[in-house]
């Protein structure tokens, strides 16, 4: 029996958690898409998506569209995952407390998946009418 687009993509996407998450920033080209990124207004399908990763990771999981400027408030031990759903962006991140040596920044388009790890600040230009959904993934004893 085959899978899903949504488990594949939950499986693309854990395979790249395993590899960046507490390490580094990192952009993730899927090959397969997850439904709730299609409907971003349904909160119960971004509901959906938290929960797998969060059983999964075994870490608090939330999702929600993201802001248009960014860098808003967070928890610093969170590590988010930044799924661009239309549009594109410029993502400029810096490890906190770090000088030039720890920045990053990548132009994110549409489909894209960037990791930030927990303890990073960042911005974010976007197109005009770019979307994102962010995914906050937090330790239970950092919440």
Same mark, same amino acid.
């Given at each position: 029996?085959?899978?899903?687009e949504?488990?594949?993509?939950?499986?693309?996407?854990?395979?790249?958690?395993?590899? $960046?998450?507490?390490?580094?920033?990192?952009?993730?080209?899927p090959?397969?898409? $997850?439904?709730?990124?299609? /409907?971003?207004?349904?909160?119960?399908? @971004?509901?959906?998506?938290?929960?797998?990763?969060?059983l999964?990771t075994g870490?608090?999981?939330?999702?929600g569209?993201?802001?248009? /400027?960014?860098?808003?408030?967070?928890?610093?031990?969170?590590?988010?995952?930044? $799924?661009?759903?239309?549009?594109?962006?410029?993502?400029?991140?810096r490890?906190?407390?770090?000088?030039?040596?720890?920045?990053?920044? $990548?132009?994110?388009?549409?489909?894209?998946?960037?990791?930030?790890?927990?303890?990073?600040?960042?911005?974010?230009?976007?197109?005009?009418?770019?979307?994102?959904?962010?995914?906050?993934?937090?330790?239970?004893?950092r @919440?």
């Amino acid at each position: 029996m085959a899978k899903s687009e949504g488990a594949l993509y939950l499986r693309e996407l854990l395979l790249f958690l395993s590899v $960046h998450l507490d390490r580094a920033p990192g952009v993730m080209w899927p090959e397969y898409e $997850h439904p709730a990124l299609g /409907t971003p207004e349904r909160p119960k399908a @971004l509901d959906g998506l938290a929960a797998e990763l969060g059983l999964r990771t075994g870490l608090v999981a939330s999702s929600g569209l993201g802001s248009r /400027t960014g860098g808003g408030e967070r928890n610093p031990a969170a590590h988010l995952v930044i $799924h661009q759903t239309e549009g594109a962006g410029m993502w400029r991140l810096r490890r906190d407390g770090a000088d030039g040596a720890g920045a990053f920044q $990548h132009r994110l388009r549409s489909g894209e998946v960037l990791y930030i790890p927990a303890r990073w600040s960042w911005t974010v230009e976007l197109t005009p009418g770019a979307r994102y959904v962010v995914t906050d993934l937090t330790p239970p004893d950092r @919440l």
